[in-house]
């Protein structure tokens, strides 16, 4: 669930788009997709998703780009 009002969940999908675009001009190449769920918490605020997210390998390493809500 999308936990924010003051932005649109399409404008985030379209900076991890963009970034992992990025990732892949300058080299990162995609070996995997993993199905994750994430929760976040602070105080007595909750977000939670399930993501399905994009693994690649840049210079030996392993990265995706996971969301983290803040309040």
Same mark, same amino acid.
Do not use: C
């Given at each position: 669930?999308?936990?924010? !009002?003051?932005?649109?969940?399409?404008?985030?999908?379209? $900076?991890?788009?963009?970034?992992?675009?990025?990732?892949? &001009? =300058? *080299?990162?190449?995609?070996?995997?997709?993993?199905?994750? !769920?994430?929760?976040?918490?602070?105080?007595?605020?909750? $977000?939670?998703?399930?993501?399905?997210?994009?693994?690649? &390998? =840049? *210079?030996?390493?392993?990265?995706?780009?996971?969301?983290?809500?803040?309040?």
């Amino acid at each position: 669930m999308w936990p924010y !009002k003051e932005h649109k969940e399409e404008d985030y999908r379209d $900076a991890v788009a963009l970034a992992e675009s990025i990732a892949v &001009k =300058y *080299g990162a190449v995609p070996v995997s997709v993993t199905k994750q !769920k994430f929760n976040t918490m602070s105080g007595d605020w909750t $977000a939670s998703s399930r993501e399905i997210l994009n693994v690649y &390998k =840049y *210079g030996g390493e392993f990265f995706r780009i996971e969301p983290h809500f803040l309040p």
